[in-house]
């Protein structure tokens, strides 16, 4: 399956025991963070979805979810690798305090990963891969989830093309660091993260 993902994810405790049944959503608290992304932008709620239809916005779409000790955003605006992308990031990463953040953009057309991972609001890891130009960035102490991926460039394996799959790679970091499991994966208590739900608000 190919995979086009521009997501935010944070958690304040380990993602495996905070992404569990049960977990209830809190629109004020979506709408709050949505309108302190976007406050010179008009912005309309218009319902509720869940992650696995949130995951790849439209340009005009934000998806948000929030919960106790979590929360989602899904922006399209984060494919662009900007300043603005940034911005974004940033401000997920910091929504809640303590937290620890992964931020995840992959293309089902365009195969790379870029992934940015915070503790407390700061950044401590950026990489950004492509299957084509290799690595592109690659800031910060890797996580222990990449060792993997990373041992034929250590040995000396040239990174173009790249020696792994970007893909592969970026739901790794997604499983290890954003929701303890798998996003497509509906583990033994029944929770499957693809269900989680989302408000979606739309640009004026």
């Known amino acids: ?15 495996g025991e905070v992404f569990r049944p049960g977990l209830e959503p809190d629109p004020a608290a979506a709408t709050a963070l949505a309108r302190g992304l976007y406050p010179a ?48 990031a940033d401000t997920a990463a910091g929504a809640l305090p303590g937290a620890s953040c992964g931020v995840l953009v992959l293309h089902s057309v365009l195969p790379g990963c870029w992934f940015r991972w915070y503790e407390s609001g700061e950044l401590r890891r950026e990489v950004f891969v492509t299957a084509d130009d290799g690595v592109v960035v690659d800031l910060g102490a890797r996580l222990p989830v990449e060792r ?17 799959d970007p893909e592969e790679f970026g739901l790794a970091l997604a499983e290890a660091h954003m929701f303890g499991r798998g996003i497509a994966h509906r583990g033994a208590d029944g929770f499957l993260p693809l269900e989680l739900p989302l408000r979606r608000f739309r640009h004026g």
Do not use: K, N
């Open 1 to 15: 399956m190919a995979w086009s993902v521009a997501l935010a994810c944070a958690s304040v405790g380990g993602p």
């Open 148 to 164: 993997p991926f990373w041992r034929a460039i250590d040995e000396g394996t040239a990174d173009v093309p790249l020696p792994f």
């Open 41 to 88: 932008a008009t912005l309309t709620e218009t319902g509720d979805t869940v992650l696995d239809f949130a995951l790849w916005p439209y340009e005009d779409e934000l998806f948000v979810g929030a919960f106790d000790r979590a929360l989602l955003l899904c922006d399209r605006r984060l494919f662009h690798l900007d300043d603005d992308a940034r911005r974004i």
